[in-house]
T-cell receptor, first 112, second 115 residues
């Protein structure tokens, strides 16, 4: 069983739609949660970072963490064609020394 | 302020040859991480280095792979006697402190193709 599960998609939505991306994890020792965006043939870039259960908002993006269910989500409001990319969830143990464990990534296409 | 730099961006090797991948961290960063991304898979941690020290190599294959981050110059990921299964994108990331929850900034990756 993978430590972090993420539906690879692909996910295709019309412009303006609300997008929901999700990851589940099995190790309750994960304490820090991140979402990275990766455009084709590029390196990942950090979008959101959260620690505690609850919601964190940044512009059109909202990250949600539910530690009791071992479930994290990223919501994108008013999606734009420029949001088309692969979204990777990543997690870090409190004792990992900064080693990140990634999900497989969800490929998102926003159609104009 | 230049970001994380990796070279070459594309590398083609024949089976049995050696591959050397280079990573220059962001200015002021002394912590480097290497990840591998196989086709249709997420990024997998390989190794975490500070200057002249390997901190965590728990993700490195036991044979043929090595990494270093010398006092001067870039970090090097070295793959000896490459095989087709080594074909992947290799990403380097750097952070300023290596502390818990320290943001890791990724480079553009080196895409290795083994013929």
């Amino acid at each position: 069983q993978k430590e972090v599960e993420q539906d690879p998609g692909p996910l295709s939505v019309p412009e303006g739609a609300i997008v929901s991306l999700n990851c589940t994890y099995s190790n309750s020792a994960f304490q820090y949660f991140m979402w990275y965006r990766q455009y084709s043939r590029k390196g990942p870039e950090l979008l959101m970072y959260t620690y505690s259960s609850g919601n964190k908002e940044d512009g059109r993006f909202t990250a949600q963490v539910d530690k009791s269910s071992k479930y994290i989500s990223l919501f994108i409001r008013d999606s734009q064609p420029s949001d088309s990319a692969t979204y990777l969830c990543a997690m870090e143990l409190e004792t990992s020394g900064s080693r990140l464990t990634f999900g497989e990534g969800t490929q998102l296409t926003v159609n104009p | 302020n230049a970001g994380v730099m990796q070279n070459p961006r594309h590398l083609v090797r024949r089976r049995g040859q050696e591959a050397r991948l280079r990573c220059s961290p962001m200015k002021g960063h002394s912590h480097v991480y290497w990840y591998r991304q196989l086709p249709e898979e997420g990024l997998k941690f390989m190794v975490y280095l500070q200057k002249e020290n390997i901190i965590d190599e728990s993700g490195m294959p036991k044979e043929r792979f090595s990494a270093e981050f010398p006092k001067e110059g870039p970090s090097i990921l070295r793959i000896q006697q490459v095989v087709r299964g080594d074909s992947a994108a290799y990403f380097c990331a750097s952070s300023p402190m290596g502390a818990l929850a320290d943001t890791q900034y990724f480079g553009p990756g080196t895409r290795l193709t083994v013929l």
